[in-house]
């Protein structure tokens, strides 16, 4: 039986790419897998059947190397955080929830923030030019790659091509800060739909519906995935969100009690470290709001 990796996913269709070449077959999923509570995700490595009307049928869904709920993927080795350094603006607590998320299913990340030529030249551009560069040297001493880039100039898209090669990648970020238009800009021709945010709410139109993965004509593969700002830790079963901060993790290891969770317990190197300016303080407070959302969700059920 052949097989092949899920190209694209839509209306209950798997459009799956056969290793052996040759246009994508448009699939239906064996009903064995909805009874079992499992669904094939872009990305799946598959083993399919081809049915008489030039469709087929997914039979088996191959062993996942690395699963993300929500864009769902599956297989890819690389998050990219997509942000828009303006319109709309960098939100922190987003980017540490979205890192909790990829951390806690063991992809590497990278920061992308985008549309750096929306920031006025003049002294009226300051304030988010220092936002940027604060949160860029931030995010870099806890040891994440951050890459600015604009897609209208075309301002970083040659690094970020390189740092994509060989890799499966994710873009995940909010609606409209800019994904599709950053995948046209790496593939020549590529003409995905954008759509300009809304003036009013100071948000995109959820303009991607469905996730797709794209070749990269330097190499690799990346995922454009429809806009999200929603993500609960519940349903997505991270329990150790501190584990999930890299410096915290690291920092863990001198606090005096196994399982401190870094609010309470005496003699917290994290929170230690806080108060010493050696850890961000933004963080933190991300963190205990994360904690306490945790909670209450955990209370509920
Ligand atoms: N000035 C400027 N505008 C940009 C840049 N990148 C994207 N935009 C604009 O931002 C708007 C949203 O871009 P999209 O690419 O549709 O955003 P998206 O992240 O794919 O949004 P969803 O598909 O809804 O998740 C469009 O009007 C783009 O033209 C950039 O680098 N500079
Ligand atoms: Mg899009
Ligand atoms: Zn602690």
């Known amino acids: 039986m052949p097989e092949g990796t899920i190209r ?3 209306s209950g269709y798997y459009y799956v790419l056969d290793d052996g070449g040759g246009e994508a077959v448009q699939c239906r999923a064996r009903g064995i897998f909805k009874k079992r509570g499992e669904s094939p995700l872009v990305g799946d490595r598959v083993v399919f059947v081809r049915t008489e009307n030039g469709e087929g049928t997914v039979n088996e869904i191959l062993p996942r190397h690395t699963e993300l709920i ?4 599956a297989n890819a080795d690389l998050a990219v955080l997509v942000f828009s350094v303006t319109h709309p603006e960098l939100n922190l607590l987003l980017i540490d929830k979205f890192l909790v998320h990829i951390e806690h299913a063991g992809l590497d990340a990278l920061l992308v923030w985008t549309k750096t030529d929306r920031i006025p030249s003049g002294p009226e551009g300051d304030e988010t030019r220092d936002n940027m560069e604060r949160a860029r040297s931030l995010y870099a001493s806890i040891g994440y790659e951050v890459l600015l880039t604009s ?3 075309g301002q970083g898209v040659a690094q970020l091509q390189t740092r994509l090669a060989e890799h499966i990648a994710v873009f995940a970020g909010q609606s409209g ?8 800009a790496l593939v020549p021709g590529l003409t995905l739909q954008t759509n300009e945010i809304s003036e009013k709410i100071g948000r995109g139109k959820h303009t991607t519906r469905h996730v797709e993965l794209v070749p990269l004509p330097g190499g690799g593969i990346v995922a454009d995935t429809p806009g999200f700002s929603q993500l609960d830790f519940g349903e997505l079963g991270i329990a150790d969100i501190g584990s999930c901060f890299r410096e915290f993790r690291e920092l863990s290891s001198g606090c005096k009690f196994r399982g ?3 609010i309470h317990e005496p003699h917290c190197a994290v929170r230690q470290a806080v108060e010493q300016g050696e850890a961000a303080q933004s963080r933190y407070d991300h963190y205990k709001e994360f904690m306490i959302e945790w909670k209450e969700k955990a209370r509920r059920y």
């Open 8 to 10: 694209k996913a839509l």
């Open 70 to 73: 929500r864009p769902p993927v």
């Open 151 to 153: 897609a209208r100039l």
């Open 177 to 184: 800060v800019g994904k599709s238009s950053l995948l046209n």
């Open 260 to 262: 401190c969770t870094h």
